[in-house]
């Protein structure tokens, strides 16, 4: 059974447009992150979200990018104005005492 | 040097072989480090942790040369299903996860 779920498993996009990815963790958790994997490259660290606030993000994550967690379960990274380098898979993970963390199935992203 | 470095592969053996891969890290402040593996187009999915010297669970073992930042994994008596690509994890700051670029198996029957 899967640590976290991730909806949609699969979303293609106009270039410009809004996309919206979810994660819902399996059980309550304070940490969480992002993580994008351009094909055929390796996984990168967009944000750790700590206790309902951004505790880290990397360079990738720019003013296009946000996290929230609207209803205290969910999770979502929103980008605002896709561009074709957007794509990629985008993994949610939890983190386990800080530590050790598992990923979800991710989302992938393709942006026409 | 890089934050985490591996060789990319393709590593192809036969069944029962017994193969290792190398990873270098960069941050000699690191105190836990994490062996991944990931299947085509899978997520990462957790293989081992290493916190001190080494780990062994089955046919997988893991150890830890701090002296010479370097982080090893090492499977005995291959099977077709390991063919996957291997992920070294050193986590950083707010326990980000730095990954190497992978090192591809390939276990041939």
């Known amino acids: 059974e899967p640590e976290v779920t991730q909806t949609p498993s699969h979303q293609v996009t106009q270039m410009g447009q809004e996309v919206i990815l979810r994660c819902v963790p399996i059980?309550?958790?304070?940490?969480f992150y992002w993580y994008r994997q351009i094909l055929g490259q390796k996984v990168e660290f967009l944000v750790s979200?700590?206790?309902?606030?951004?505790?880290?993000k990397s360079e990738i994550f720019d003013d296009q990018f946000s996290v929230e967690r609207p209803d205290g379960s969910n999770f979502t990274l929103k980008i605002r104005s896709t561009k074709l380098e957007d794509s990629a898979m985008y993994f949610c993970?939890?983190?386990?005492?800080?530590?050790?963390?598992?990923f979800g199935p991710g989302t992938r992203l393709l942006v026409l | 040097r890089k934050e985490v470095e591996q060789d990319p592969g393709p590593f192809n053996v036969p069944e029962g072989a017994t193969v290792a891969f190398n990873c270098t890290y960069s941050?000699?402040?690191?105190?836990?480090f994490f062996w991944y593996r990931q299947d085509c187009r899978k997520e990462p999915k957790l293989l081992m942790s290493?916190?001190?010297s080494g780990n062994e669970d089955g046919r997988f073992t893991a150890q830890l040369n701090r002296a010479s930042q370097y982080i090893s994994l090492l499977i005995r008596d291959s099977k077709l299903s390991d063919s996957a690509t291997y992920l070294c994890?050193?986590?950083?700051?707010?326990?980000?996860?730095?990954f190497g670029t992978g090192t591809r198996l390939k276990v041939l029957a």
């Open positions: 994890v050193v986590p950083s700051g707010t326990y980000k996860y730095i």
């Open positions: 979200f700590y206790n309902n606030e951004i505790s880290e």
């Open positions: 941050n000699s402040a690191s105190q836990s």
């Open positions: 059980s309550n958790h304070l940490y």
């Open positions: 290493v916190y001190s």
């Open positions: 993970a939890r983190g386990d005492r800080g530590e050790t963390q598992y």
